[in-house]
């Protein structure tokens, strides 16, 4: 059953120029700056807005954008009371997620920055193993050219020794 101040709003919202007087307004769809403060506010009845202007009600959620503030609700509707409840609680579960999703940027730049370490850690530990097989081999060629040098200064001594010998 559709009662008198549902079919009025229904023509006023149909007809704008229908029922001036009546209090009902039409909602325009069309789009508003998101730095300009919005209110939008209907009645169901002629009875006169007497909710104080939107300057004097504290914004519930300040950090939210204003486009995502709950409005107002009418204290005299219940059911008004109902979808204020239920945006303050959508706004309240937006702004934990948006809290989370900080908290997991942070998180995930934390772990960029780990990786990051742990590939440069990878590299240099890279570039110190190449050094030090460089480094072994260079070891390696030197002990034999010492040996080498050992054998050579060993036969030389002999040699001079055969030299002082026979003369």
Known sequence: MVDSNQTRLHTNLEDPEEGQ???????????????????????????????????????????????????????????????????????????????????????KKELIAKLDQAEKEKLDAAQLAREFEALTEENRTLKLAQSQCVEQLEKLRIQYQKRQGSS
């Open 21 to 107: 007087g009546s209090g009902a307004h039409m909602i325009s769809t069309a789009r508003v700056p998101a730095d300009k403060p919005v209110r939008i506010a209907f009645s169901l009845d002629n009875a006169a807005d007497d909710t104080p202007p939107e300057d004097a009600i504290p914004l519930a959620f300040p950090e939210l954008e204003q486009q995502l503030q709950p409005l107002p609700p009418c204290h005299d509707s219940v059911e008004s009371m109902q979808v204020y409840k239920q945006h303050c609680q959508i706004a309240e579960e937006y702004r934990e997620v948006r809290k989370e999703i900080a908290l997991l940027e942070e998180r």
